[in-house]
């Protein structure tokens, strides 16, 4: 995979870059030694994906703004707070650890939620 480094982590980037679907993109930052020799650190880092192509140019999506495009509707959820709001009539009789254990039952949901469209995604491709 290619490495290119960045000024900017930007969601999108927009570059001339062609032949490339995929690239690590990272920053650095630099330094100075003992010596007054100025060098550069690997500083953050994040995987881009090719979207799509405007005029001479490619716009590259970051993979954390593509998976928090697919998880809107269940961050949505939590932000509201309706993962909390069930099977109790009353306050007074909500366990001490309600919101873990409705956190917890959420995440699992949402992770078996992905696992089956991620696998039926990857199985297509075993039928091929």
Known sequence: MEKIKLDKLNDIIVNSLYGINSFMGYTVTKHLDVNQTKYELKDKEKKYCYL????????????????????????????????YAHGYPESRLIPSNHTETCQSEFLDSINNDILDKVSNIISEYFKV
């Open 52 to 83: 799509t192509s405007f005029d001479d140019y490619n716009i590259f999506v970051s993979e954390d703004l593509l998976l928090r495009a697919l998880l809107d509707d269940y961050i949505e959820l939590a932000k509201s707070g309706e993962i």
